[in-house]
């Protein structure tokens, strides 16, 4: 199922116009943005490269996706810290080089049909998704920080796409880096103090 956020209509609602000017504040009205968590991740194999493309597909204006960072440095879309849950393989995503990552299957233990999905990297989805759908890029620990940073302004994708994350010094260190890129806190208590932190650092 999608995720469905709440988000300022200057995005426009649709990857054509997500780059729009922003538009005087009497012009704007809250809506709903339809965010697809991990992709279309209830039909297929979350965090890839098929799943994103269905979301797109479906109508999702964004995909939301975890990135993690393999033991060589490499940036890749996955949830878990482990590969175990969601692939033939088992270890520690920290502990893996993406050449081994790479070659673990990611599509068949969701349905046998998705046999030979691979877990992404970063770049491959940006490359994937580009005119297509926007990104919702969740860090979920730090030391990707600057990488996802610079894959963002790579590939072009100021105006379609977010960081977000739990971990606001991760945010902080984003900010720093490019003032930029837009970002999203996250919180699952405490909605008073997500707010004014939202508000003081100038989230999306």
């Given at each position: 199922?999608?995720?469905?956020?709440?988000?300022d209509?200057?995005?426009?609602?649709?990857?054509?116009?997500?780059?729009?000017?922003?538009?005087?504040?009497?012009?704007?009205?809250w809506?709903?943005?339809n965010?697809?968590h991990?992709g279309?991740?209830?039909?297929?194999?979350?965090?890839?490269?098929?799943?994103?493309?269905?979301?797109?597909?479906?109508g999702?204006?964004?995909?939301?996706?975890?990135?993690?960072?393999?033991?060589?440095g490499a940036v890749?879309?996955?949830?878990?810290?482990?590969?175990?849950?969601?692939t033939?393989?088992?270890g520690a995503?920290?502990?893996?080089?993406?050449?081994?990552?790479q070659?673990?299957?990611?599509g068949?233990?969701?349905?046998?049909?998705?046999?030979?999905?691979?877990?992404?990297?970063?770049?491959q989805?940006l490359?994937a998704?580009?005119?297509k759908?926007g990104?919702?890029?969740?860090i979920?620990?730090?030391?990707?920080?600057r990488?996802?940073?610079?894959?963002?302004r790579?590939?072009?994708?100021?105006a379609?796409?977010?960081?977000?994350?739990f971990?606001w010094?991760?945010?902080?260190?984003?900010?720093?880096?490019?003032?930029?890129?837009?970002?999203?806190?996250?919180?699952?208590?405490?909605?008073?103090?997500?707010?004014?932190?939202?508000?003081?650092?100038?989230?999306?």
């Amino acid at each position: 199922m999608p995720r469905v956020a709440q988000f300022d209509t200057s995005a426009r609602l649709n990857i054509k116009s997500f780059a729009s000017a922003n538009r005087s504040s009497t012009e704007r009205r809250w809506r709903t943005l339809n965010i697809a968590h991990r992709g279309s991740s209830g039909t297929f194999p979350e965090n890839t490269i098929a799943a994103f493309l269905a979301a797109a597909n479906e109508g999702a204006q964004m995909c939301e996706l975890d990135v993690a960072a393999t033991s060589d440095g490499a940036v890749v879309v996955i949830h878990d810290d482990t590969v175990d849950r969601t692939t033939n393989g088992t270890g520690a995503v920290a502990y893996l080089t993406l050449k081994k990552i790479q070659r673990l299957d990611a599509g068949e233990k969701f349905d046998p049909r998705f046999r030979g999905e691979r877990i992404p990297t970063l770049e491959q989805v940006l490359k994937a998704v580009r005119g297509k759908v926007g990104l919702n890029i969740e860090i979920k620990e730090g030391a990707v920080e600057r990488k996802v940073c610079e894959l963002i302004r790579k590939h072009d994708a100021l105006a379609t796409s977010m960081v977000s994350s739990f971990d606001w010094k991760a945010l902080a260190t984003v900010q720093a880096i490019d003032p930029q890129i837009r970002i999203a806190l996250l919180a699952e208590k405490d909605r008073d103090a997500l707010i004014e932190a939202a508000w003081k650092m100038g989230a999306y």
